[in-house]
């Protein structure tokens, strides 16, 4: 089947050869319709909560930041209303990850790359840039025509791209504003930035922030998707035969004709497809594909050339969903004469559903129940045991107390292990010797050199397991840890 | 490739690189133009830092670079910013007084790490790395101290050491009473019995417990005390408790007082400066003996 052709006749004006190809521009044509008003809206969800969540402000008390969501890596703390976490919690974001991972196994396997057509950053901003080039050069025909044009640029044309730009590098700096915004408190850093006195790191990630959201967005577009992004090929290994993937129903579309041919087909009673070949499903792609030539690496699942589709085929009359969220199963079983069946819940979603729920239950129940009191004790490994003068044992610890409520507490250590053993916390002159006290400073970490202490008599073993307790003497919240009291 | 003939393939619509094999023909599928200029730019980068920064090891030395970098003076001024914020911490830590050391937890806690530090590379040879000791070498951990267990004393001991030939250090030591011929080798059996029993250890079947107590009194109390309890205005151990410094068995006693006792232990003042001093005098006494 395969006719010769001198590659001479394969190299374009704008490819260099065929080791490496140009990359052919895309122009998608606005469209309107139901999944169109679905991005608009998440669109509008995303990026209102990245722009203005910094400035989402939360009370913590005096002393403590009052942003809702802050990471604050100065002093190692991350703010999320109403948890605080520190940096040896980081394994929540752990259980974060694993949910976030699973929901998006758990998307892929309803709607396919969903995640890719509405929510990714990427699609995002770039359907925001698209939106504003679309604004000042005008729709896909004229914006095609314009860079194709060999005429010297006018003033109107120079000035239409200065303006595009402009608004492109706007969104873009605002955009890294928002990041360090994360990462500092929001008000204050945006008084110090505009009169140029923020911090120098807060000004480089603007600048980078603003380099790659220009780039990204306003450049590589669905390059990213296609040849950077790795979920376009990892997701091929976890979809199945039931995920609803944007498909051209070939079963209802061929074979393709022209809408007056069609029209006369049928008048004559022939089966003719409901494809007029109008090719506006390609036109508003982001991708620049052809969806009838069956699921691609390219396609991101956005659903637009559905809404192009359904556009057409309500003007001519014919039923709507030409294309649609569907998977190959029920085309057959069109074919066949059956009834479609859209299996959402089967076991793999079901067990992505439960890895969520269990996951995620895990870490609420963590979370509720974690302690804002906590002790770590470390064992004195040389010397583990000194005879004291008059025959009695002691075991030195270092323990390290952590306090990580918004204010200060009064914390009481007790023992319990070897028989009449007595606790002394170095430094601290307790007015209550044998049960010492101490201050743990709100939102810290105090670090104590506790000696225990206990009579050779009653204490022969070679080791006795001893428990430390802390006591919140106001609250009554206590934590606990054990270790071991060792005979020299 | 010039011998190869491009194809189209039909099916996909694509070129073929004109390979073949066994019937089947590889696709061209070429790489993004941006991805090989990216590519090409990673190498114009990998040769401007081998000129900008050192790159190529040479016989014995290797390329400098045009800037003149070096990670090594980058060490070092990050080690001289460091000295810079441990000199105020330590002209903190200088100026206080050794009780307020312990009393404030930032101080007590840069005294005990600088303590740590510098008792591992000068103190840790003799009295080990715990500070447990060994024979002849006190442990530090426990209550009893040869020469006192306060802040004030442990920092003396520090400064001015123990028989060190420093003006001001700690003098006395344990006479060989044995080789000097100041008593018998049975008088010496007699009283190292004596002296086991003062900690309650128990002693030799028909050890004549009075001679023993005489030898002691004539010989011993005038250092170790009455009842044998120590002077640690001498350095003369306390013979009541239950350790001891070269050991209890009573060939350790016999060979101790035949040949005496003078452990030294060396001056650290001029050595380390007061301020470390003070922070080791702080981290010994916090060990958990301290007085």
């Not at chain 1, 051209?248 to 809408?259: A, N, P």
């Not at chain 1, 025959?391 to 250590?413: F, M, P, Q, W």
């Not at chain 1, 007790?414 to 049960?435: A, E, F, K, Y």
């Not at chain 1, 006795?464 to 609250?475: H, K, S």
Request: proline share 5%; net charge neutral; aromatic share 10%.
């Amino acid at each position: 089947m395969n006719k010769t052709v001198n590659p001479k006749d394969l190299t374009s004006d704008d490819d260099y050869g065929p080791l490496y190809a140009a990359r052919k521009k895309v122009y998608p044509q606005s469209v309107s319709g139901t999944f169109r008003r679905i991005k608009w809206g998440l669109m509008a969800f995303c990026l209102g909560v990245y722009y203005f969540l910094p400035f989402v402000r939360w009370n913590r008390g005096l002393g403590a930041p009052s942003q809702a969501v802050l990471i604050d890596l100065p002093n190692s703390r991350f703010y999320f209303f109403f948890i605080e976490l520190w940096p040896q919690e980081v394994y929540y974001f752990t259980g974060l990850l694993i949910v976030a991972a699973v929901a998006l196994f758990l998307m892929n396997s309803v709607g396919g790359r969903i995640w890719c057509g509405y929510l990714c950053p990427q699609t995002v901003w770039t359907d925001l840039f698209y939106a504003v080039e679309r604004l000042i050069e005008g729709d896909r025909r004229e914006r095609m025509k314009k860079d194709a044009s060999k005429d010297p640029m006018k003033l109107e044309r120079i000035s239409e791209i200065l303006l595009k730009h402009s608004i492109w590098l706007l969104i873009a700096w605002w955009t890294g504003g928002a990041w360090v915004l994360y990462f500092n408190d929001a008000p204050t850093l945006v008084k110090e930035l505009v009169t140029f006195q923020g911090p120098m790191i807060a000004y480089i990630w603007i600048g980078i922030l603003t380099a790659t959201t220009y780039v990204l967005a306003g450049y590589m577009r669905e390059q990213v998707c296609t040849y950077m992004c790795p979920w376009p090929r990892i997701q091929a290994a976890l979809t199945d035969e039931w995920a609803l993937n944007v498909t051209y129903r070939y079963d209802r579309g061929e074979k393709r004709t022209s809408v007056k041919k069609a029209a006369e087909l049928r008048a004559l009673g022939e089966q003719v497809g409901d494809c007029v070949d109008c090719y506006q499903c390609v036109a508003v792609c982001p991708t620049g594909i052809d969806i009838r030539n069956g699921p691609q690496l390219e396609c991101i699942q956005c659903g637009l050339c559905i809404d192009a589709c359904d556009n057409v085929m309500t003007k001519i009359g014919r039923p709507t969903r030409l294309i649609a969220y569907d998977n190959d199963i029920n085309i057959h079983r069109r074919q066949e004469g059956k009834a479609p069946i859209y299996r959402i819940v089967r076991p793999r979603t079901m067990v992505y559903s439960a890895i969520i729920a269990a996951v995620g239950g895990f870490m609420i129940y963590v979370l509720a129940t974690r302690t804002l009191l906590d002790i770590n004790v470390l064992h004195d490994r040389n010397p583990v045991a000194v005879r004291l003068s008059d025959g009695s044992i002691r075991n030195a610890y270092t323990a390290r107390l952590l306090n990580k409520s918004g204010h200060d507490r009064v914390i009481a250590i007790d023992i319990d292990g070897p028989v009449n053993s007595t606790i002394h916390v170095v430094g601290v002159d307790s007015v209550t010797p044998d049960r010492p006290m101490i201050v743990i400073p709100r939102d810290s970490t105090s670090e104590l050199r506790l000696l225990v202490t206990a009579p050779a008599e009653g204490n022969q073993e070679k080791s006795i397991p001893v428990r430390f307790r802390v006591t919140d003497i106001g609250l009554g919240e206590a934590a606990s840890t054990t270790d071991n009291f060792v005979a020299p | 490739m010039t011998d190869h003939q491009s194809e189209f393939d039909s099916v996909t619509g694509r070129s073929t690189t004109g390979h073949e094999w066994d019937g089947i023909k590889e696709l061209n599928t070429p790489l993004p133009r941006w991805w090989v200029i990216t590519f090409y730019l990673t190498i114009i980068w990998a040769i401007g830092y081998w000129i900008v920064y050192p790159a190529w090891p040479l016989i014995s030395s290797n390329t400098r670079g045009v800037i003149g970098y070096s990670s090594r003076a980058d060490v070092a001024v990050e080690l001289a910013n460091l000295e810079k914020i441990r000199g105020d911490k330590m002209v903190a830590l200088g100026a206080a007084s050794l009780a307020d050391i312990e009393k404030d937890p930032a101080l007590l806690a840069l005294a005990r790490a600088k303590g740590k530090t510098v008792f591992g590379d000068n103190c840790a040879p003799c009295h080990g790395s715990g500070a447990a000791g060994a024979k002849g070498f006190p442990n530090l951990n426990d209550d009893d101290w040869l020469w006192g267990g306060t802040l004030d004393q442990i920092m003396q001991t520090i400064q001015f050491g123990a028989r060190s030939g420093h003006a001001k250090t700690h003098e006395g030591q344990m006479l060989a009473f044995g080789k000097d011929g100041v008593l018998k080798p049975d008088e010496i059996v007699t009283v190292a019995n004596y002296v086991r029993s003062l900690s309650g250890l128990p002693t030799r079947k028909g050890y004549d417990a009075a001679k023993g107590e005489k030898i002691f009194a004539d010989n011993c109390v005038a250092c170790h005390g009455d009842g044998g309890k120590g002077n640690q205005e001498l350095g003369a151990p306390n013979l009541t408790d239950k350790i001891w410094l070269y050991g209890s068995d009573e060939a350790i006693l016999i060979e101790t007082i035949t040949n005496g006792r003078a452990g030294v232990m060396p001056a650290w003042e001029g050595r380390l400066d007061p301020a470390t001093i003070k922070a080791m005098a702080v981290y010994v006494h916090s060990l958990g003996g301290g007085k």
